[in-house]
């Protein structure tokens, strides 16, 4: 609600990052709120509540040096194949494992997987950039 009337999202979570590092349940709980957000902005069609929400999970991940792997089911069942929120998902996976790759944690969806192994060919072929670019995947505005 706050978004509707300031336009701006307060995270706290975010915001607690100067006194200390925030547990990891609150960052993961913090972004799977945050994922669930911006695909509501999509069905809604709010492209400027959906930037603002996927530069919050991109500031949580970068911030907290990880990423929550637990809500990419919920993502691959919730969108569309091409969406930007699974184009960012696969990119941040990426960053964030470029020396190792494991699946024993968690259950990927196995398109997520698919996308993963096409995304770091094209990276390998220089046809995808090596540096996670926020502004990549947000959603036009009018």
Do not use: C
Not at 21 to 34: C, F, I, K, N, Q
Not at 46 to 59: C, S
Request: net charge negative.
């Amino acid at each position: 609600m706050q978004w509707l009337y300031s336009q701006k999202l307060v995270l706290p979570v975010l915001e607690s990052f100067s006194s200390g590092t925030p547990s990891s349940d609150r960052v993961g709980d913090e972004t799977t709120a945050l994922t669930k957000l911006w695909v509501l902005a999509d069905s809604l069609e709010m492209p400027r509540l959906q930037n603002v929400t996927l530069q919050a999970i991109n500031d949580l991940s970068v911030k907290s040096n990880a990423i929550v792997t637990k809500i990419y089911s919920w993502i691959y069942e919730n969108t569309a194949s091409g969406s930007l929120l699974r184009r960012h998902t696969i990119a941040n996976l990426a960053t964030f494992n470029i020396y190792q790759f494991t699946v024993d944690t968690y259950q990927y969806p196995h398109e997520l997987l698919v996308e993963f192994g096409l995304y770091m060919l094209k990276r390998e072929k220089g046809l995808e950039k090596k540096e996670l670019a926020i502004s990549d995947y947000l959603v036009k505005e009018d």
